[in-house]
């Protein structure tokens, strides 16, 4: 937006406000054809204050609600738990892969880390989420930001960054942990490797921060949102890979099917994404979808979209409770 | 400043509010009482935009609340269930909401609020560690931070004890000072509004039952008044009172209610009669004389339809 379109809009908001104000004071003492200029005045300031809740103006709002949010989570010790969880894990899955296998490809040990991180990461995103806006809302400090000049998509968006950032710090300090063992054991041969399964995990994880915070929008209590959020890991992580494979053996999909199938569920994308990298001869949906060749776009596009779509829709249905 | 009209406001089936209408004028403190369920806080949802109307008409500081996030810029709102994040400092607390607003100045604006609070020493303390008292004042900075027009304060002392709820309203006396500042506050506490409010509208239902200054709404439904004489000899007195009386001029036929007590006469009348039982009373030459006038309890009792004596 240029800065003559922007100083346009601030004008037109200026004086619809300003429209308004008049003629709410004329209503209010009693005027009989203040309705109509009221009515006028509303619909203008109406339709400029629609535009402007999603545009930039809120930007610094939505930042500080973001940073607000991760210093809430630092303090209450998210950032070291993650990093201590996905450290150990890391670090235990890379040490145990070397032992046990001696000369264990490196192959290997990125296909057991995505294994496992199918399990672990969504089930870490959706703890991280869950509470998000029900939990807010049970403390009482939802209400006090909805007492802010800020929509409240902006809130919600707020708040999903700062999560989103703490998941990913947490994240990717613990699996460096996994990493620098991985330099030491392997090379930096690969490293590149690693880093790819890192972001991916951090890609899926958001998403599924994504899928908790749009949960815990819809749950009437924190209960309840934990337990929706245990049901949608069961579903992404256990039981859709079962429908998918069922699918898979019965019908023959064509390749628009698999596609369809994979970005169906962003747990897939890190499974396809590693066995892409390193391929496998091990089974499973994983490596079926894999060796399928998903294309490139197809995942990318459908992690943001597994980003964006949930928020998005938190979002829509907390401004239609207002 | 505010103005409702005929609004409304349903839950399913549950009548929130039914066809209220309203004006608060600039600078003036409106006084909310009610039972619990009688609409108060979705009133206050409703002016600050966190709810829609079924129908009717709000206006905020000339600002339609349904419309954008706007009103909230000239209003300072307090809800009854604010809370914090107990890993916050209350500085924190009142710095982001002091960024949330905008405008320059923000550190000393904050520092300008701890000390009218009254929280300077414990700005740089945890919040989970503050007592109820101190959460509400943090929670009145945060509601004028942003220098608000209208300041919308919802049940604030609910579960202070009265040492919390003197400190709250001396607060609110130095802001309303200060500031000019209209001020809608809700409360059980009706010796709050008297204290602090201009004006009273008692709610219930989802109705107004009645509305207008704290006198007006005591005063209106005050019917009876009780008249106290003081005597060195009670049982004369209450014979030359009945022959005082049954000469006065009085309003009501059913008369006085005279009830001897150990050191005197109470004579119950209705407020009509006040000024002919005052006169008789004087006549009969008591050692002292007071007038009990039935205050804002007994209105809003009235009002509510509790019946009954306080307890």
């Known amino acids: 937006m240029s800065e003559d379109d922007r100083r346009r809009g601030d004008d037109a908001r200026d004086d619809a406000e300003n429209s308004r104000a008049d003629a709410g004071h004329t209503r209010t003492d009693g005027g009989a054809a203040a309705g109509s200029v009221a009515e006028q005045a509303r619909a203008t300031v109406g339709a400029t204050e629609t535009a402007s809740a999603y545009s930039l103006d809120h930007a610094d709002q939505v930042l500080g609600v973001a940073r607000r949010e991760y210093a809430v989570l630092f303090r209450a010790c998210w950032h070291y738990g993650l990093a201590l969880v996905f450290g150990a894990f890391s670090l235990a899955v890379v040490g145990l892969t070397g032992s046990a296998a001696g000369s264990a490809s490196a192959g290997a040990l990125l296909f057991t880390l995505a294994e496992l991180s199918v399990y672990l990461v969504p089930l870490a995103a959706l703890a991280l989420g869950y509470g998000t806006v029900v939990g807010a809302r049970e403390r009482g400090t939802l209400e006090l930001l909805y007492s802010l000049p800020l929509p409240r998509e902006g809130v919600l968006v707020g708040k999903f960054l700062g999560r989103a950032a703490t998941f990913a710090a947490g994240v990717t300090l613990g699996l460096a942990a996994g990493g620098l063992l991985v330099v030491v054991r392997y090379g930096i041969g690969l490293v590149p490797a690693y880093l790819h399964y890192l972001l991916t995990a951090v890609a899926v994880g958001v998403a599924f921060l994504s899928v908790g915070v749009c949960l815990s929008v819809v749950a009437s209590g924190k209960a309840r949102a934990l337990g929706a959020a245990l049901l949608a890991w069961v579903w992404f992580v256990l039981v859709y890979d079962l429908v998918a494979l069922g699918a898979v053996v019965a019908f023959d999909p064509p390749q628009w099917a698999l596609t369809a199938i994979t970005v169906g569920n962003p747990a897939d994308a890190l499974r396809v994404v590693v066995l892409t990298l390193v391929p496998s001869g091990t089974g499973g949906v994983g490596a079926t979808l894999a060796a399928s060749s998903v294309p490139a776009w197809a995942l990318v596009g459908g992690l943001v979209a597994w980003i964006v779509v949930p928020v998005f829709v938190g979002g829509r249905l907390l401004s239609a409770r207002a | ?311």
């Not at chain 2, 709820?165 to 006396?173: I, L, W, Y």
């Not at chain 2, 809608?184 to 107004?208: M, N, P, Q």
């Open chain 2, 1 to 311: 400043m505010i103005a409702i009209e005929e609004l409304r406001k349903r839950y399913g089936d549950v009548v929130a509010l039914d066809g209220v209408s309203l004006t608060v004028e600039e600078g003036e403190s409106l006084g909310l009482v009610g039972t619990n369920g009688a609409g108060k806080t979705t009133l206050f949802r409703l002016l600050v935009g966190h709810e829609t109307p079924d129908s009717g008409r709000v206006r905020v500081a000339g600002v339609d609340p349904t419309a954008g996030v706007r009103v909230r810029e000239r209003v300072g709102y307090l809800p009854e269930s604010a809370g914090f994040q107990p890993v916050l400092t209350g500085r924190e607390v009142l710095a982001f909401h002091a960024e949330m607003r905008g405008g320059g100045g923000a550190d000393s604006r904050v520092d300008t609020l701890l000390g009218i609070v009254g929280l300077p020493d414990a700005a740089d303390r945890p919040v989970g560690g503050y007592s109820n008292g101190m959460n509400r004042r943090l929670g009145l900075a945060t509601a004028l931070l942003g220098d608000p027009d209208v300041l919308l304060l919802d049940e604030p002392t609910a579960g202070l004890d009265p040492g919390g709820v003197a400190a709250f309203n001396r607060v609110v006396d130095r802001v309303r000072e200060e500031r000019d500042v209209t001020v809608v506050l809700s409360t059980h506490v009706l010796s709050e509004v008297e204290a602090l409010c201009d004006r009273v509208a008692v709610l219930d239902d989802g109705e107004f039952e009645a509305v207008g200054t704290v006198d007006e709404v005591a005063r209106a439904a005050a019917e009876t008044v009780t008249v106290t004489a003081r005597y060195a000899d009670p049982a004369e007195a209450v014979g030359r009172l009945r022959d005082t009386l049954s000469v006065a001029d009085l309003a009501d036929e059913t008369g006085v209610d005279l009830t001897r007590t150990p050191d005197g006469v109470d004579l119950s009348c209705d407020r009509d009669d006040v000024t002919a039982v005052l006169g008789a009373v004087v006549e009969t030459d008591p050692e002292s004389v007071a007038v009990d006038e039935p205050g804002l309890e007994a209105a809003f009792r009235e009002a509510v339809d509790l019946g009954g004596e306080p307890a």
